[in-house]
């Protein structure tokens, strides 16, 4: 589906190809330098290769329970949204969701379009009736966009987190059932 960004861009949001992992490895290097909101560290992030993305990617090509939905922008890939179906049979009705863009397409709006794709993409899904992720307790845009789509925060970890200057920030876990018992 294509959409038109308030700088003027066309923003495309589509399903991944394995010929994407490069650009998508990169994106991800990059995203961890840019934003202390992700759990992964450049350093964490650097470990990963090549094969890794083409094998993270097929997952999700193979496996039509969890979510990998790319923003791209002028041609560029700048964002990205997953949700990942419980492997427990216990929580088969749970994804939890993730979601990173790159730091010069912040507060285009491509976040609630990248959650409006993923959270049409779990209405349909069968199984999937709860939607739940962690944050940082101070990363205030995301949760106020979750918010937005009717997320509650429904737990908090205590110094959930440390920083690399040994800080400690809590970490919220949010929330919605998007079906009905
Ligand atoms: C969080 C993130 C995904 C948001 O994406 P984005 O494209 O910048 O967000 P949008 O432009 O769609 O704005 C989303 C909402 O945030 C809110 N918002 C924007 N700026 C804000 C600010 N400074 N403070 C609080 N809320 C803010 C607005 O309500 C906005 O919605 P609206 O414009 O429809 O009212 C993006 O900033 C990002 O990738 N951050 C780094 C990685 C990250 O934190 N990922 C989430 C981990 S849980």
Not at 151 to 164: I, K, N, S, Y
Request: proline letters at 3%; glycine letters at 8%; aromatic letters at 10%.
């Amino acid at each position: 589906m294509q959409h038109f960004l308030p700088n003027g861009s066309t923003l495309v949001i589509r399903k991944p190809r394995i010929e994407d992992a490069p650009v998508l490895l990169e994106t991800f290097r990059r995203m961890t330098q840019e934003s202390d909101f992700l759990l992964y560290t450049h350093a964490e992030a650097m470990k990963f290769g090549q094969r890794d993305e083409e094998n993270f990617i097929r997952q999700y090509l193979l496996q039509p329970r969890h979510l990998l939905l790319l923003a791209e922008a002028d041609g560029q890939v700048v964002g990205s949204v997953t949700i990942n179906q419980s492997k427990f049979g216990k929580q088969l009705h749970l994804g939890e969701l993730g979601i990173a863009i790159l730091r010069d397409w912040w507060n285009l709006g491509i976040g609630r379009r990248l959650m409006t794709a993923a959270m049409r993409w779990a209405d349909e899904h069968a199984e999937i009736e709860i939607i739940h992720f962690n944050v940082v307790a101070n990363n205030e845009k995301a949760i106020q966009l979750y918010r937005n789509f009717g997320f509650l925060e429904c737990g908090r970890l205590p110094q959930g987190v440390r920083g690399a200057d040994g800080s400690f920030t809590d970490l919220i876990t949010m929330s919605k059932r998007i079906k009905n018992f």
